[in-house]
Each structure stands twice: as C-alpha cells, then as structure tokens.
C-alpha cells in the first residue's frame, strides 16, 4: 500500500464563491467539488492510500479572497477532512502584497502562497518585476513557499526568480504546465520536437537549482493516452529534479479533462515501480511533509 500526500487538490462550491475562469468552461469543471467527491474517487484496492492534501488555491474573485482564505484554514482544522496545510492566492505586483501577506503567514495552516500566471491577465514577465521578486523573497523570510504557476514557454523567467529569491522554496507547478500531447507524439513534427528539446532544457537548469521543488502533475492529454505516452513527460521531471525534489499531486479536479483521479494516480504508481523505495516513498509523500511541514493524519 503507497502512502500518499496528494499536494494539489482544488475543491469549490460554486453557490457560495465566485470563479470567473470558470464562464468559459463546460460541464466537467462547470460544477462544485467537494472533499467528499475526492474522497469518493480514491480506489484503495489499487494499492493506494491518501493520508492528506494540501489545498491549493482556486483563482476565485479577488474579492473573495478573504473568505477563500478563511475557508482554507477551516478545512485544514477539520479532522474529518483530508487537508494538511493550505496555499493562498495573492498579487505579488499589487501594492499592499506584505500587509496581505504579513497577516496570513501568522495563519498556521497557511504554508505558501499562489498567483496564477499563466492566464491572458498576467502579462508575461509579471514575475521579474523588482516589486514582485522583493515579495516573493519575503516570502521566504515568512516560512511560505511560492507556487510557480507559469505558461510553459515562459519557464526561463521562473529560473531567474528562483536565482533571485534563492532562500524561498519554489514549488513549480504541474511540470511547467507541458503539453502532454506534443511530449508523447510518436512521430514529432520539427516544431513540437523544438518545443520538447526547450521544455526539458529549462526543466533540467530548474532542477540545478537548490530552492525548486516539481509538482509531478498536471498532464491532461486531448489525445489517446497510456502511461508510455506519459512517461514521456514524467521522466523527464523525475530525471532532472534529485529524488528529494519531486513531489506526487493530482490536480483534482482540473484533470478530469483527461482522465479521472484513480486513473491518474494508477498511472503514476506503474510508472514509477522500478524507482528505489525510499526514493518513490519520497516522491508520493515524503518529500510533501517536508515542503509544507505537514505532520501525519
């Protein structure tokens, strides 16, 4: 049985909160998730067992944010529930940011914070500004990770982040948010061959450096799809991030664009069985408890 810290799990109550991003979307997403429905969705017969979470902010309104963040520290206080530590949303290039930040950091279930960058509001280089890297070092000053939610071709400017906060924890997102079609394309055209070549280039000078950690995650194939066409993407991140830099998550419930929550953790447990054991315990929650400093449930 592998034990489990799942470090990406998006729940949302959509008569209660507000998700803009979510207009565009259809029926799959277009829905409330609760923690019920995640828990509903877990197949401990297969061999798994998830023993926590950590909440990841949603990109709910802005000005929702206060209640998001309130709600957060309640379902991580919930025994009955599976969250072990929680990421807030926040605008590192808003004025304002350290008050923001200053005061949630004081929230004990609160250990890191978000700000979605790969949307069409967030202008690429938002994250190289000289106001938005002073916050991303308090930050570390904090005890708070920074999620680096960043469009792939733009996985350079989080390098230079990461180079200029070297004493905040960058947890990169979703494997640089690859495309997991163009990664497990049996016969590449010249530009999707360029496209991995670039994609694991940053991968690798990423995983050089001391302060980023990789979410092994967010794979959501439009294509037929088996764990080779996967492995495509996922060996490469499990190469060029150490055994202690990798950390399992699922992305519930982004991901059932693709496939469902068993179906993705199935995968990542036969694609990961020849890895030492110590190494694989790591990746699925270890290396989790130590990210976030989560304890055990």
């Known amino acids: ?141 904090l005890g708070l990770v920074f999620e680096g939610c960043v469009r792939c071709p733009e996985l350079g400017d989080l390098v230079t982040v990461a180079k200029e906060c070297p004493d905040t924890t960058i947890v990169l997102n979703h494997m640089g948010i690859v495309d997991a079609d163009i990664m497990g394309a049996a016969n590449p055209t010249e530009d999707e061959r360029a496209y991995q070549e670039t994609w694991k280039r940053n991968m690798a000078e990423l995983g050089q450096l001391d302060n980023v950690v990789c979410k092994v995650s967010g794979l959501n194939p439009m294509k037929p799809w088996s764990t080779d066409t996967l492995a495509c993407a996922v060996d490469v991140a499990l190469d060029a991030f150490d055994a202690d830099k990798v950390m399992f998550a699922s992305n519930f419930p982004v991901l059932h664009v693709a496939m469902t929550l068993d179906q993705w953790i199935c995968a990542m447990l036969e694609m990961t069985e020849s890895m030492d054991a110590a190494d694989r315990e790591a990746l699925f929650a270890e290396n989790a408890r130590r990210v976030y400093r989560m304890g055990t449930r």
């Not at 067992?49 to 709910?60: G, L, N, R, T």
């Open 1 to 141: 049985m592998m034990n489990i810290i799942d470090t990406h799990v998006h729940v949302w109550d959509l008569d209660n909160y507000r998700l803009p991003w979510l207009d565009g979307e259809g029926p799959t997403l277009k829905r409330s998730y609760s923690v019920e429905d995640y828990k509903s969705l877990c197949d401990e017969s297969h061999g798994y067992h998830v023993e926590q979470a950590v909440y990841i902010e949603v990109d709910m309104a802005h000005d929702e944010r206060p209640r998001e963040n309130e709600l957060a520290c309640q379902m991580v206080d919930d025994p009955n529930g599976i969250y072990g530590a929680a990421c807030i949303s926040g605008n590192l290039d808003e004025p304002g940011f350290d008050e923001y930040i200053t005061k949630w950091a004081g929230r004990p279930q609160i250990r890191g914070l978000r700000q979605v960058l790969h949307v069409p509001s967030a202008a690429p280089g938002t994250c190289l500004g000289e106001g938005f890297l002073a916050n991303v070092r308090r930050m570390g000053e």
